[in-house]
T-cell receptor, first 112, second 117 residues
Framework: GESVGLHLPTLSVQEGDNSIINCAYSNSASDYFIWYKQESGKGPQFIID?????DKRQGQRVTVLLNKTVKHLSLQIAATQPGDSAVYFCAENMSGNNRLAFGKGNQVVVIP | GAVVSQHPSWVICKSGTSVKIECRSL??????MFWYRQFPKQSLMLMAT?????????EQGVEKDKFLINHASLTLSTLTVTSAHPEDSSFYIC?????????????FGPGTRLTVL
C-alpha cells in the first residue's frame, strides 16, 4: 500500500563500509522479492531479486537475505561507494498476481 | 538489459488541460505495463495495470476517467491526465514486464515530472 510520512529512514555509512538495509514485508503468500534503487529524480533501478525457495542470493557487491519465518528481507551492500547514495525500496509479488507492493523506502547516504 | 523509456521527462501545464505521457519498452515486448505515481519522500503507488489490447485495471481510488490508459501495442502504453489540477502534480513512473514471463521482474522508466499550475 501507499506509505505515509515525509521522512524516510536514513542510513549514513562511511565510504568503504558495508551497508545493510532492512525491509519487513506484509504478505506471507508473496513468493518473489525485489530490491530497487532510486536516485533523485529517476525511476527505480532493478538491483537484485530472490524467490521464496531461496534464503540468500548474491550479486555484484550486493546480497539479499530472505527470512520467511519473520517476513523479513535485507539488502547488504559491500564496500559502499558514493554512487550507492539513493533510496532503496523492497517490493514483494505474489505468484500469479501481476502487481508489486513496494515498501516505504530507505535513504542511504554515503559519506566520503 | 531491458530498457523502458518515458516521454516527456517533465511537463508543466495549466490547470484544466490534458497531458499525455508515453511509456515504451525499447528492447522487449511487454504484455503488461504498469503506471505508478510517487509523491516526494514517499513510495510508489500503483495506479493501474495495463494489458496490451485490453482495458486497464485501476487500483481502488484511482479515477479511470481522469487517468486514461491506452496500451495499443506490445511496446507502447500511454497515460493521459485529463483536466489536470495542481493536486495531480506528481512524479509518474511506468514499468513493463517482459513477455517471456521467465521472471516477474518489472523494469521501470525514468519517470515524468508533471507540474500543474
Amino acid at each position: 500500500g501507499e506509505s505515509v510520512g515525509l521522512h524516510l529512514p536514513t542510513l549514513s555509512v562511511q565510504e568503504g563500509d558495508n551497508s545493510i538495509i532492512n525491509c519487513a514485508y506484509s504478505n506471507s503468500a508473496s513468493d518473489y522479492f525485489i530490491w530497487y534503487k532510486q536516485e533523485s529524480g529517476k525511476g527505480p533501478q532493478f538491483i537484485i531479486d530472490i524467490r521464496s525457495n531461496m534464503d540468500k542470493r548474491q550479486g555484484q557487491r550486493v546480497t539479499v537475505l530472505l527470512n520467511k519465518t519473520v517476513k523479513h528481507l535485507s539488502l547488504q551492500i559491500a564496500a559502499t561507494q558514493p554512487g550507492d547514495s539513493a533510496v532503496y525500496f523492497c517490493a514483494e509479488n505474489m505468484s500469479g498476481n501481476n502487481r508489486l507492493a513496494f515498501g516505504k523506502g530507505n535513504q542511504v547516504v554515503v559519506i566520503p | 538489459g531491458a530498457v523502458v523509456s518515458q516521454h516527456p521527462s517533465w511537463v508543466i501545464c495549466k490547470s484544466g488541460t490534458s497531458v499525455k505521457i508515453e511509456c515504451r519498452s525499447l528492447d522487449f515486448q511487454a504484455t503488461t505495463m504498469f503506471w505508478y505515481r510517487q509523491f516526494p519522500k514517499q513510495s510508489l503507488m500503483l495506479m493501474a495495470t495495463s494489458n496490451e489490447g485490453s482495458k486497464a485495471t485501476y487500483e481502488q481510488g484511482v479515477e479511470k476517467d481522469k487517468f486514461l490508459i491506452n496500451h495499443a501495442s506490445l511496446t507502447l502504453s500511454t497515460l493521459t491526465v485529463t483536466s489536470a489540477h495542481p493536486e495531480d502534480s506528481s512524479f509518474y513512473i511506468c514499468s513493463a514486464r517482459a513477455r517471456s514471463g521467465v521472471t516477474d521482474t518489472q523494469y521501470f522508466g525514468p519517470g515524468t515530472r508533471l507540474t500543474v499550475l
